[in-house]
C-alpha cells in the first residue's frame, strides 16, 4: 500500500462526505467459496492445502473455523483476504471477488494474524495513527479514528504508553482495534486468543461480541479452541484441508445423537465384558485411559441400571459419568480422532 502524505481524500475511505463514493449494498452473505482450492508444487509432487472448499457466511454472524494446525484454516484466510491466489474455484468477500477484485476486498476487511505486527516502542496512538495513514485515511480523518477505536477498544488511558508496557491482552485488544480503523465489512481473526491467559481470552471474546453488536460486522474466526468455537454462531469443521462438517454448534451436536458414558471400576477389563452384554446391539463399548466408554441415548438413566448390574458381580463402581456431544465429539465422529489430540501434550 502507498502511503499519502498529503490531505487527499481517497475514495475508499469509510466516511460520508461530498468526494466520497458510496460502496455498493452489501450482499446477504459476506463470505460465499466455491470449490476452493489451494496447492503448492514440491519435490515430492503437488500439496493441497486447502481443497474445494463450499462455505457461506451470514453477514453480521460469528462464524468459526474449526480445526487442528495444519488443517488448512490460515490459508482459506489468506485467500479470503486476498493475499494469496486460489489455486481453483471462486470466492467472494463483501461483494468483491478474491481474483478479479483483489483490492477491493482487502479494503472491506480486517486481518488479525497471529503474530503481532505492532511496534512495541511506540504508543498505541502512533501505531494506530501510522495504521491509518497506510490505509489512504487522510490527517484529521485518521487521528479522529485513532481516538474512536481507542475508546472503543478501553485504551484511551493508556494511549500514550509504550506497547511494551501493556498487558497481553491489552495488546490483543490494540490490534483489533487497528483493523477497525477503516471500518471493514469483515473481520478475519486468526487464533485471537493464542498465548493468552483465561482470563484475557475471555475479556478478547467479550470486546469482540461488543464490537459485533456495535458496528454489525462480521466474524470470520479461526480457532481450535473448542470452547470459544462453541459460542459462536456457525462453525465449519476442516481437516486436512476439506470441510467435514458446517452448522450452528447445536446442530452439529445433535446430529452425533447419544450422551458419552463414563464408568471407572476397580476391574475395567471385567466390567467391560458385562456393559457389552447389556447395551442393545448397535451401542459400541470400548475401554480408554478413562474407564469404560460407550455412547447411548438420555445416558444419566442408564447409570444406575450399570452400575446395580456391575456390583451384583462384585465389581465396584469409583465413577460414572453422563456428558451430551462436544464438538470435539463432532469432530471424532467425522475424522475418527480427536481435535485435542492434534496439540502439542493433546490427547482424547
Same mark, same amino acid.
Given at each position: ?13 469509510p ?18 467459496t ?33 480445526g ?7 490459508? @482459506? ?75 472503543v ?68 474466526? @479461526? @480457532? ?6 462453541? @459460542? ?37 477389563d ?48 469409583r ?16 475424522t ?13
Amino acid at each position: 500500500m502507498r502511503l499519502h502524505t498529503g490531505d487527499e481524500e481517497l475514495a475508499h475511505e469509510p466516511t460520508l462526505g461530498p468526494r466520497a463514493t458510496p460502496r455498493p449494498p452489501e450482499p446477504e452473505y459476506a463470505v460465499t467459496t466455491r470449490g476452493l482450492v489451494k496447492s503448492y508444487p514440491g519435490p515430492q509432487g503437488t500439496t493441497t492445502a486447502v481443497d474445494g472448499l463450499d462455505l457461506d457466511v451470514w453477514r453480521g454472524e460469528t462464524f468459526a473455523f474449526l480445526g487442528p494446525n495444519g488443517a488448512g484454516k490460515s490459508t @482459506t484466510i489468506a485467500m479470503l483476504c486476498a493475499l494469496a491466489r486460489p489455486t481453483a474455484g471462486h470466492a467472494t468477500v463483501a461483494g468483491a471477488d478474491v481474483r478479479t477484485q483483489p483490492h477491493q476486498v482487502r479494503q472491506r476487511v480486517g486481518m488479525l494474524f497471529q503474530q503481532s505486527a505492532l511496534d512495541p516502542d511506540l504508543t498505541p496512538e502512533q501505531n494506530l495513527h501510522i495504521h491509518a495513514r497506510l490505509y489512504g485515511l487522510r490527517r484529521g480523518y485518521a487521528r479522529q479514528r485513532t481516538a474512536e477505536v481507542l475508546d472503543v477498544a478501553g485504551l484511551t488511558d493508556r494511549r500514550r504508553s509504550p506497547v511494551r508496557t501493556l498487558s497481553g491482552g491489552m495488546r490483543r485488544r490494540l490490534e483489533i482495534a487497528r483493523q477497525l480503523l477503516h471500518a471493514p465489512s469483515v473481520l478475519f481473526l486468526d487464533e485471537p486468543t493464542t498465548g493468552l491467559d483465561p482470563h484475557a481470552r475471555a475479556q478478547i471474546w467479550d470486546h469482540l461480541y461488543a464490537l459485533r453488536e456495535r458496528h454489525g460486522s462480521t466474524l470470520f474466526v @479461526t @480457532t481450535h479452541q473448542l470452547e470459544e468455537a462453541a @459460542t459462536c454462531d456457525r462453525v465449519a469443521i476442516i481437516d486436512h484441508g476439506r470441510l467435514v462438517a458446517q452448522g450452528t454448534p447445536l446442530a452439529l451436536k445433535a446430529a452425533i445423537g447419544d450422551d458419552r458414558v463414563v464408568l471407572r471400576t476397580s476391574q475395567d477389563d471385567a466390567a467391560h465384558e458385562i456393559v457389552r452384554r447389556i447395551v442393545p446391539p448397535g451401542h459400541p463399548v470400548t475401554t480408554d485411559p478413562d474407564g469404560i466408554c460407550l455412547r447411548l441415548p438420555d445416558g444419566s438413566s442408564w447409570i444406575p441400571r450399570l452400575c446395580a448390574a456391575l456390583e451384583s458381580h462384585g465389581i465396584a463402581v469409583r465413577a460414572a459419568s453422563a456428558t451430551p456431544p462436544t464438538l470435539d465429539d463432532v469432530f471424532f465422529h467425522h475424522t475418527g480422532r480427536s481435535i485435542n489430540s492434534e496439540l502439542p501434550g493433546g490427547g482424547r
